[in-house]
């Protein structure tokens, strides 16, 4: 049984909405934002939300979803969940906050290793998504990463993909990873990372359209400190983790299915205009800058779509508890 409660955050890491589509039953239309940035918008007076957050649910599942799942596989491997599985090695309980559709645990489940396995996350309707997937190998629950339902110390494993930077309070994040998991257990958590060089997805497109007054992205401290990986690290040892590492990679976003450089740009284009906050601002321009602004998402999208990667950066970071 899930509780249905609305929640007023949204997800905050850069996935953006879609522009068409959306589910067909009304149960979808009942997400808050799942989608990094967008924020949740308030249900019509007439019963249920925008289509805009059914369609942005619908393009998380099936855009973004299989795009990061290799990130979290990657989370999977660092806490000793991928490979051979021999009789002495213990048995753990894994943790996963901010689950979104659990696409990767999923597939992982059921493992020799694991004897119990919950995912939380915050948005009702993300969290049917994963129940959905996971037919019942694991317990879904509704929760907020930084106010965790759990006794101190009930896992041996906590793996958050794409999930730091969606919160508001990174510290209490944080501090509750590090109350659920017992002495020992391990952590590990990605961050997507804005403003990085070389990133040509979510960064491109800020810069493109700062010159015609696109405000500034989310402030959270979670989608900024992978810049700093000392900073990280030191935060990470603060509440209680030893043996930290942080790093920083790229997930690529393949945007068309061909190598035409014409067509990638204009894919970019596309993808780009999907995001709720580029949606808004294109709206609150006359026709001639909207034009303007578009022909030059697409000019600065040439370079990169011909060069064959348009990709977002990404913070890793894993730990042990002490």
């Known amino acids: 049984t899930f509780n249905m409660a609305t929640h007023p955050t949204g997800h905050g890491c850069g996935v953006p909405g879609a522009a068409a589509g959306g589910p067909p039953a009304p149960s979808m239309c009942q997400m808050k934002s799942h989608g990094c940035g967008v924020p949740g918008a308030a249900a019509a007076a007439a019963g249920g939300p925008p289509a ?20 979290a596989n990657t989370l999977f491997s660092h806490l000793g969940l991928v490979g051979d599985v021999s009789d002495g090695d213990p048995r753990l309980k894994v943790l996963e906050t901010h689950c979104g559709d659990a696409r990767a645990a999923g597939a992982l489940l ?18 049917a998504a994963a129940a ?16 965790l339902p759990f006794e101190a110390g009930s896992f041996d494993r906590y793996m958050s993909s794409l999930g730091c930077c969606c919160v508001s ?16 257990g391990l952590i590990a958590m990605s961050f997507r990372t804005a403003d990085v060089p070389g990133d040509t997805a979510f960064s491109l497109a800020d810069a493109t359209l700062k010159p015609f ?8 401290e979670g989608i900024h400190i992978g810049r700093d990986l000392p900073r990280l690290r030191a935060k990470i040892e603060q509440f209680g983790f ?31 205009t999907s995001q709720g906050p580029v949606i808004k601002f294109l709206a609150s321009l006359e026709e001639d800058k909207k034009t303007e ?10 370079e990169p779509t011909q060069q064959g990667a348009v990709q977002m950066a990404v913070t890793l970071v894993t730990a042990t508890a002490a």
């Open 213 to 220: 007054g696109m405000p500034p992205g989310p402030d959270r």
């Open 52 to 71: 805009s957050m059914c369609k942005m649910k619908a393009w998380y599942i099936s855009t973004m979803s299989p795009l990061t799942v290799n990130l």
């Open 293 to 302: 602004a578009m022909a030059a998402l697409k000019a600065a999208a040439t």
């Open 110 to 127: 059921p493992h020799r290793r694991i004897v119990s396995y919950t995912a939380c996350d915050f948005s009702p309707e993300m969290l």
């Open 242 to 272: 030893k043996d930290v590492k942080a790093w920083r990679t790229w997930i690529t976003i393949p945007l068309a299915s061909n190598r035409d450089e014409t067509d990638g740009a204009q894919s970019y284009v596309n993808w780009s």
């Open 169 to 184: 309070d990174l510290d209490a994040k944080l501090s509750e990873a590090r109350r659920v998991l017992v002495s020992g």
């Open 132 to 147: 959905s997937r996971l037919e019942g190998k694991a317990e879904t629950i509704l929760a907020e990463s930084t106010a």
